[in-house]
């Protein structure tokens, strides 16, 4: 079972920044693809950004596309979402998951395909509020 905690949401003004981490405990998370998504009140989790475990490609959401950067640190066990020019939009609950498969991460960010999946953690608040 991969355990993951999301951390570093906030409150934040719109066009701030926040960098969210997702830290695994048990597992070793360069064996796995990892995306971020996230959850606004009323809607749908929505996939925003993946990272490959196999050459570190990364992939975004339209909606989140030249402002979100995904990157992995390795030796720290740990995948961060450095989010810029935030807006109120972007107010939601931020998810990290851990796929042995990148296509079904790729196919949820990139097509809005549905992402099934069993191990969500608690994921960590981001509001974007002036």
């Known amino acids: 079972q991969v355990q993951l905690v999301e951390s570093g949401g906030g409150l934040v003004q719109p066009g701030g920044s926040l960098r969210l981490s997702c830290a695994a405990s048990?597992?070793?998370?360069?064996?796995?693809?990892i995306g971020w998504f996230r959850q606004a009140p009323g809607k749908e989790r929505e996939a925003v950004s993946c990272i490959s475990k196999s050459d570190g490609s990364t992939y975004y959401a339209d909606s989140v596309k030249g402002r979100f950067t995904i990157s992995k640190d390795n030796a720290q066990n740990t995948v961060y979402l450095q989010m810029y020019s935030l807006n109120p939009e972007d107010t939601a609950v931020y998810y990290c998951a851990a796929d042995t498969s990148f296509l079904r991460l790729y196919a949820a960010v990139h097509h809005g395909a549905q992402y099934e999946y069993n191990d969500w953690g608690q994921g960590t608040q981001v509001t974007v509020s002036s």
């Open positions: 048990g597992v070793t998370l360069d064996h796995y693809a």
